[in-house]
């Protein structure tokens, strides 16, 4: 499964692991099935972000805007203003293998999480 990202500038490496931690806890997925996270390039310099992953020991990976945009979220994102479609949801399907969610974006204060597999 792949788990996707998107946060608001500035979020710490807390916040990042309290809403990863609570997105599996609520539904019953093991960290160690999550493959690898992603998000947009937008986040590539978030150090929250970065800093969270290393402490997860998972990859991240930051996808450019044309590989977001082609995957068609399900739920409405904020991420509009900069001209994607989205950020946790198309980013977790770019990089599945089935391209299905398993959970829609959830926000976590201003951490936003999407599992696909």
Known sequence: MIMGIGARRGVSE???????EKSLS????????????ASSTLKKDEEGLLSAAQTLGKEIRFLPDEIINENEPESKSEASRFGLKGVAEPAALALSKNHQLVMKKKVYGR?????AK
Do not use: G, R
């Open 14 to 20: 807390k916040e990042v692991i309290f809403a990863v």
């Open 26 to 37: 609520e539904n019953k997925i093991n960290l160690s099935e999550i493959e690898m996270l």
């Open 111 to 115: 951490v936003t999480i999407a599992i």
